[in-house]
């Protein structure tokens, strides 16, 4: 269903089957993914690991990305967490530790085997892959699929971000658990008016015992929102009495009490929570089957000096430690110990889960082609 203001209402199926997306345990990989500070890789070889895969960083006249493994032996050009870290004897080029082989940056061609002389016949006949690596909001993105991105890096950046008034801030940190456990985390409606009750972010504001949601997928058909409407502070629950209870000095509503304020999730697994003059935008990029890296984008838009040495002191001060890591800690507290794979019993809110899933399932790039393939045998 369209409504007036072009959102597609969605329809979550009772019924679901998860094949797809329960097979991408280690993530989506035909998609761009923030994995570091750009101010963060110099030319001394840094290690990422993403979708299972692990790759070094490395700048030279450019960021280049390459596996992070030296054809030869194995050795890690990154060091692995040692010291023995590839060399830069040749600009444009990466010389692994051990035994000398210097590779190509561009191409990860191997263009020299120090140590067979100048005339080594394993020259030309070895390569590293090279990953699509990019540069914008100040991080590092990073095609991890097959061959050539199918889209520009553009294309899997909220577009709010690239605005030229956009002044962002971003904080990253691992965590344990998988990318889908957190995307879902993410996008949860209930979760919230529980779990986050008792943190600091909520000692005196109200936050809402339940409401009803409604899901929406937004006319740019990328992201899919849930909105609240009949939302209830406290309630008498039969048998057991009222909740919540609320101290005096609870006086004001939590912004995600607003009617207006949707929380909006889209692929690869993409958070967006707006705020009254500013949103959080939050990354869960899948590093392997067990942990992901979480993150963290804020965005105010405004070209004034002041609003933004403003926005910088609100943001470095309060939301950086009162929410990212007090409220966001509780989260990953919680995505932490949850079991690798678990039974399910879902109840009503938990259609915002199956949503998201549902637009995996129906939307994601790397299932494209399965997708197809099964319509066409099933025809
Ligand atoms: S392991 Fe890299 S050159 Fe031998
Ligand atoms: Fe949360």
């Given at each position: 269903m369209v409504g007036t203001d072009g959102r597609s209402e969605v329809r979550v199926p009772s019924i679901a089957n998860w094949k797809l997306y329960d097979s991408a345990a280690e993530g989506l990989r035909e998609y761009w993914y923030p994995v570091a500070q750009s101010a963060a890789i110099g030319r001394r070889p840094t290690h990422v690991k993403l979708c299972g895969q692990d790759i070094v960083l490395v700048r030279d006249s450019r960021l280049f990305a390459l596996e992070d493994r030296c054809p030869h032996r194995c050795v890690p050009f990154s060091g692995g967490g040692t010291p023995a870290v590839a060399k830069r004897d040749f600009?444009?080029?990466?010389?692994?530790?051990?035994?000398?082989?210097v590779f190509e940056l561009e191409s990860g061609r191997l263009a020299a085997a120090l140590t067979d002389g100048p005339d080594s016949p394993i020259v030309g006949k070895v390569h590293v892959r090279t990953y699509p690596v990019q540069?914008?909001?100040g991080m590092v993105w990073l095609w991890p699929g097959e061959g050539e991105p199918s889209v520009p890096v553009e294309a899997d950046i909220p577009e709010e971000l690239l605005a030229a008034d956009a002044r962002v801030y971003s904080r990253s940190s691992p965590r344990r658990g998988n990318w889908r456990y957190a995307t879902e985390n993410g996008f949860d409606e209930s979760h919230a008016k529980y779990l986050h009750r008792d943190s600091i972010w909520a000692w005196f504001r109200k936050i809402p015992s339940f409401n009803t949601m409604t899901l929406f997928i937004?006319?740019?058909?990328?992201?899919?929102?849930?909105?609240?409407s009949d939302i209830h502070f406290q309630q008498d629950y039969p048998g057991l009495g009222r909740w919540p209870h609320y101290h005096r000095l609870k006086v004001m509503k939590h912004p995600s009490s607003m009617k207006s304020s949707a929380t909006s999730v889209r692929l690869p697994g993409i958070l967006r929570v707006p705020?009254?003059?500013?949103s959080i935008f939050e990354w869960y990029v899948p590093v392997d089957a067990r942990t992901h890296q979480y993150v963290q984008v804020n965005a105010r838009w405004t070209n004034s000096l002041a609003a933004r040495l403003r926005w910088w002191a609100y943001y470095t001060f309060l939301i950086r430690n009162v929410q990212h890591r007090f409220l966001n800690n509780q989260d990953a507290w919680m995505i932490g110990i949850m079991p690798d794979s678990?039974?399910?019993?879902?109840?009503?809110?938990d259609a915002s889960i199956t949503a998201w899933r549902r637009l995996v399932e129906t939307t994601a790039r790397d299932f494209h082609g399965i997708v197809e393939a099964t319509a066409a045998m099933a025809n």
């Open positions: 600009a444009g080029h990466l010389t692994c530790r051990y035994h000398g082989w540069e914008r909001c937004e006319p740019d058909g990328k992201w899919l929102s849930r909105g609240k705020y009254p003059g500013w678990h039974p399910e019993r879902f109840f009503r809110p």
